[in-house]
């Protein structure tokens, strides 16, 4: 019996601890619609934040069916402290500490799509760029500092930190080359990354990542270049 407990909670233990991988080539693949199925990542940096860029590929046939969440980043001030999400007939919509802008679009292509977001606490400045291509810069929070001690999701879209799922707005199909910086990347250096180049993350980084995963998904080979 205490051989059983032991081992028990050695797997309790065992499930509450971040692996780390190197996960170039690979991605992340959801293949239904969950409630609770997601990754959970580990920031190799936990200060605030007064910049940032998020850069990640994206394969799925969701867009027009309906929305879903990208990249769910809460903080335990804010559920919604950095969001990325595709809203359905409207395009991405991009959140900082709550608020939103919208980059409108009729649909995600059925192909991997790469996706680029950054913001700037000092002038407030955000950009959004899709497979290597920019947005028109938009205004979001100006002077505001995203929190600490995040909790940093794929798959779902946190309306409480760390839970309050929503299968609706769960992610079908693949996801991967997440890399997150604290400060805004140039446009050379988006384009580094779009064609498959190798900056130096510091927050989230996908050859060293940091992940926990739940229910039903699944390391596979990458569907792109």
Known sequence: MEKLLWYSLVMVIFSQTFAQKDMSKTAFVFPKESANSYVSLEAQSKTTLKAFTVCLHIYTELSTSRSFSIFSYATKNNPNDILIFWSKDRGYTFGVGGPEVLFKASEIPEAPTHICASWESATGIVEFWVDGKPRVRKILQKGYTVGTDASIILGQEQDSYGGGFDE????????????????????????????GGTLNPSVLKWQALKYKAQGDVFIKPQLWP
Not at 168 to 195: A, C, F, H, R
Request: proline share 4%; glycine share 8%.
């Open 168 to 195: 609706k707005q769960s992610l079908v199909g693949d996801i991967g080359d997440v890399n997150m910086w604290d400060i805004v990347l140039s446009p050379e250096q988006i384009n580094t990354v779009y064609v």
